[in-house]
């Protein structure tokens, strides 16, 4: 049997970038049409069940099309897929912790985010992708920018080693006090009240922006902040640009599901963000050990990846149950 995979995954006719491109966006397109139409019909709050099995779907469909990956471009790149793909879930943790905080400060209802979190993901997929297509050029261009990818990767996870707790405390407080949403109540007008699903209301003649409206800006700015962190992350592991957008696309897709599963539960998994800032690190290390005549293999950083950010979870929650107990 074993023999017959491995036969199977060696012994094929290779689909053509432009198909597998297109399976690709097929892919996505049945993802988020399953999404709008079927998982998330109503504005209601889904049912924990209900998002357990939709984020499970995800996961099932990202870890899927790593096979592809792995059965058209070989066992290397669906290595360096499924890492780009755990490290991009991993950071999502951080996404939904400041979605939750956007979504109280701003006021959206439980009931309306899923409607928010549809066109966030949205933005997001066609965002990562300009965002993606300048890196890969520049790269392409300029192969010392990866250098310059490490030096960040590096000094960003030691900035999130030493992140506070009291950061934590008062993120509510920092975010009405930040650059973006004040830039975003300076140039649109605002209006706090909810209109039901509306992201544009009327008051007096005069369109508004619904609170709706107002956190979907401010999570789509904050996305692309989060991107700055993530993409050279995973140019770190490759510079194949199928790779690099697939496992950054197929894990945020499911982010709207993991925000409703994980929102009350994300902070006890306290022990995540140094885990996630020691991944940066080692990825920074990493694209620097060539000049030094160092090469590690793509299945090495899943190993590394893997080995941190599960350590993590499990000490995690293991603290939590020592300290119940």
């Known amino acids: 049997?074993?023999?017959?995979?491995?036969?199977?995954?060696?012994?094929?006719?290779?689909?053509?970038?432009?198909?597998?491109?297109?399976?690709?966006?097929?892919?996505?397109?049945?993802?988020?049409?399953?999404?709008?139409?079927?998982?998330?019909?109503?504005?209601?709050?889904?049912?924990f069940s209900h998002t357990l099995w939709v984020c499970v779907a995800y996961i099932g469909a990202g870890l899927l099309f790593g096979l592809f990956v792995w059965y058209e471009k070989g066992s290397s790149s669906a290595m360096d897929y499924y890492t780009g793909f755990l490290?991009?879930?991993?950071?999502?943790?951080?996404?939904?912790?400041?979605?939750?905080?956007?979504?109280?400060?701003?006021?959206?209802?439980?009931?309306?985010?899923?409607?928010?979190?549809?066109?966030?993901?949205?933005?997001?997929?066609?965002?990562?992708?300009?965002?993606?297509?300048?890196?890969?050029?520049?790269?392409?261009?300029?192969h010392w920018v990866l250098y310059l990818f490490s030096v960040f990767l590096i000094y960003t996870g030691a900035k999130m080693i030493k992140h506070s707790e009291e950061d934590d405390e008062n993120s509510e407080e920092n975010i009405k006090n930040s650059k973006i949403y004040k830039m975003v109540e300076k140039y649109f007008p605002v209006t706090h009240e909810i209109d039901g699903a509306h992201f544009i209301t009327k008051k007096d003649g005069k369109k508004y922006v619904t609170p709706l409206l107002f956190a979907l800006i401010i999570i789509e700015l904050m996305d692309v902040i989060f991107a700055i962190d993530s993409i050279p992350a995973i140019f770190g592991i490759t510079q194949d640009v199928f790779i690099v957008y697939t496992s950054n696309i197929f894990a945020i897709l499911g982010l709207r599901a993991l925000y409703f599963l994980l929102e009350a539960a994300v902070h006890r998994f306290v022990y995540l963000k140094a885990a996630l800032a020691i991944v940066l690190i080692f990825i920074g290390v990493k694209i620097l050990l060539p000049v030094f005549g160092i090469h590690l293999e793509s299945w090495h950083s899943l190993i590394v990846t893997f080995g941190l950010l599960g350590g993590s979870i499990f000490l995690s929650l293991a603290k939590e149950k020592k300290e119940k107990a």
Request: aromatic share 14%; with cysteine.
């Open 1 to 47: 049997m074993l023999e017959k995979l491995e036969y199977m995954f060696t012994h094929h006719a290779v689909l053509s970038d432009e198909l597998m491109w297109f399976f690709f966006g097929l892919a996505v397109i049945v993802l988020l049409a399953l999404d709008l139409f079927c998982f998330n019909r109503k504005n209601e709050i889904p049912s």
């Open 87 to 142: 490290i991009e879930k991993s950071l999502s943790m951080d996404n939904i912790f400041v979605m939750s905080i956007i979504f109280t400060s701003v006021g959206v209802p439980r009931i309306y985010q899923h409607r928010v979190l549809f066109w966030g993901i949205l933005g997001a997929v066609v965002m990562r992708a300009l965002m993606i297509s300048v890196g890969a050029a520049i790269i392409s261009e300029f």
